[in-house]
């Protein structure tokens, strides 16, 4: 079974920085798309950031520019690099992971969530 340990989240103030990391355990197949979403209390889930590939990545609107995704396939770890935080960044960030088994079927594993929080 695949698991997905966050870290790297906290309590910063506002035009501060984050790096958010995630490593996925458990032997999974074979890696496709890694990414983080946000969630804000009251809010919908929203995508943060996505790397479906070791060199496409794809942004929501309000992060292009501050956040960075990267990953580490030998490590089976995508980080998220948040620089100029606001406010508004405070959420529970989840991790996710797209594995390919035989197939093919894709199966979409998550973290368990860490806590931005950004004060003004």
């Known amino acids: 079974q695949v698991q997905l340990v966050e870290s790297g989240g906290g309590l910063v103030q506002a035009g501060g920085s984050l790096r958010l990391s995630c490593v996925a355990s458990?032997?999974?197949?074979?890696?496709?798309?890694m990414g983080w979403y946000r969630q804000a209390p009251g809010k919908q889930r929203e995508l943060v950031a996505a790397a479906p590939s070791g060199t496409i990545t794809n942004y929501a609107d309000s992060v292009k520019g501050r956040f960075t995704i990267s990953r580490d396939n030998a490590k089976n770890t995508v980080y998220l690099q948040m620089n100029s935080l606001k406010p508004e960044d405070s959420a529970v960030y989840y991790c996710?992971?797209?594995?390919?088994?035989?197939?093919?079927?894709?199966?979409?594993?998550w973290g368990q969530g860490t806590q931005v929080t950004v004060s003004s």
């Open positions: 996710y992971v797209v594995e390919i088994r035989s197939g093919p079927n894709y199966y979409t594993h």
């Open positions: 458990g032997n999974p197949f074979t890696i496709n798309s």
